[in-house]
Every structure is written in structure tokens, then in C-alpha cells.
């Protein structure tokens, strides 16, 4: 088997998801005291906390991604 087909998905995903989350993360810290941007979501920072999940699931994929060195062939 070649060493292309070997390519783990998790990797990619979990950087995808990781840097998502952070960008995520970061806007909802940065616009946390706008009360009326959140005013649908009854005053709960929905940026924050979706960016923590997001980066919580990236750092798992990139995890289990990388966790095994040797990959059945």
C-alpha cells in the first residue's frame, strides 16, 4: 500500500475545527459585552461557548488522529 492511502481524515479535520474554534473563541471573548448581539440568545455568549466545543472536538480528531504511529496496512 502506498503512504497516500494511509492519510488519517482526523488530522485535517481536527486542525480545521481547531483553528475554527479559536477564531471563534476569541470573537466571543472580544464582543462578550455586547448585550444586544446576544439579546437573542438570552444575553449566553454563543460564540464562546461554540468555539470551546468546536476546539474541544478539533484537539480530540488531532488526538486520535495522531496517537498511532504504526497504521495497518
Known amino acids: 500500500m502506498s503512504t497516500g492511502s494511509r492519510f488519517d481524515i ?5 486542525a480545521l475545527f481547531s483553528l ?4 471563534l473563541v476569541a470573537y ?19 460564540n464562546l461557548w461554540w468555539g470551546l466545543i468546536m476546539v474541544v472536538f478539533g484537539a480530540l480528531m488531532l488526538y486520535f488522529g495522531t ?7
Request: proline share 6%; glycine share 8%.
Open 67 to 73: 496517537r498511532t504511529k504504526e497504521r495497518p496496512t
Open 10 to 14: 482526523r488530522i485535517p479535520i481536527g
Open 28 to 46: 466571543g471573548i472580544a464582543t462578550r459585552s455586547d448585550t444586544q448581539l446576544y439579546a437573542r440568545s438570552e444575553n449566553i455568549v454563543i
Open 20 to 23: 475554527l474554534g479559536v477564531i
